[in-house]
């Protein structure tokens, strides 16, 4: 199965500035790439599909490139409401498999 | 508009049975793939099951193939995911999610039902 791994684990960072996000996966996965952010009770929301495109309703602070097996997530001005944790996610393979996840903390 | 219901959730002894329902508005089911994914208590996602749109290619992941099994009601508009032998490391939050396009990729995701599984 393709391996998600995603880092930092953790990224300390106050609002208005910018976060970076990794997700590297094991093999070449093209651009099949979700994000998805999950605040603590809630259910996971969809940010980004095909690694770059935003979901409906996506702020345009948040962005994501990459293609192949390295792929970024960018949240230019973090506002209050972007800490939570962020997930990558793969459909170019079955299974389809989750990143560990990154969590945005303020500092 | 979209809307996901999930039910069925509860605990479960060790080697028991429970079954899933997935209640869908807003959108036909059997246009669009349908997946679970589920959540371990303070744990990562981890994607379960999918029926495709046609209603005939099913995929499950390792962890839970030949114990569960993903199904629908067209008429019911329902999604159900049937789980046997449960084990304790499938406690875990389940979530139905519909699939955008018919692509593998969540664009909606149900509010959960906790399974626990425990004696």
């Known amino acids: 199965e393709v391996v998600l791994t995603q880092s930092p684990a953790t990224l300390s960072l106050s609002p208005g500035e910018r976060a970076t996000l990794s997700c590297r996966a094991s093999?070449?996965?093209?651009?099949?790439l979700a994000w998805y952010q999950q605040k603590p009770g809630q259910a996971p929301r969809l940010l980004i599909y095909?690694?770059?495109n935003r979901a409906a309703g996506i702020p345009a602070r948040f962005s994501g490139s990459g293609s192949g097996t390295d792929f970024t997530l960018t949240i230019s001005s973090l506002e209050p409401e972007d800490f939570a944790v962020y997930y990558c996610?793969?459909?170019?393979?079955?299974?389809?498999?989750f990143g560990q996840g990154t969590k945005v903390e303020i500092k | 508009q979209v809307q996901l219901v999930e039910s069925g959730g509860g605990v479960v002894q060790p080697g028991g049975s429970l079954r899933l329902s997935c209640a869908a508005s807003?959108?036909?089911?059997?246009?669009?793939?349908m997946h679970w994914v589920r959540q371990a208590p303070g744990k990562g996602l981890e994607w379960v099951a999918c029926?495709?749109?046609?209603?005939?290619?099913?995929y499950y992941a390792d962890s839970v193939e030949g114990r569960f099994t993903i199904f629908r009601d067209n008429y019911k508009n329902s999604l159900y995911l049937e789980m046997d032998s449960l084990r304790a490391e499938d406690t875990a939050v389940y979530y139905c999610?519909?699939?955008?396009?018919?692509?593998?990729?969540?664009?909606?995701w149900g509010q959960g039902t906790l399974v626990t599984v425990s004696s």
């Open positions: 999610a519909k699939g955008r396009h018919g692509e593998s990729i969540f664009d909606y």
């Open positions: 807003g959108f036909t089911i059997s246009n669009f793939g």
């Open positions: 029926i495709w749109y046609d209603g005939n290619n099913k």
């Open positions: 093999q070449s996965i093209s651009i099949y």
């Open positions: 095909e690694a770059s």
């Open positions: 996610q793969q459909r170019n393979y079955w299974p389809l498999t």
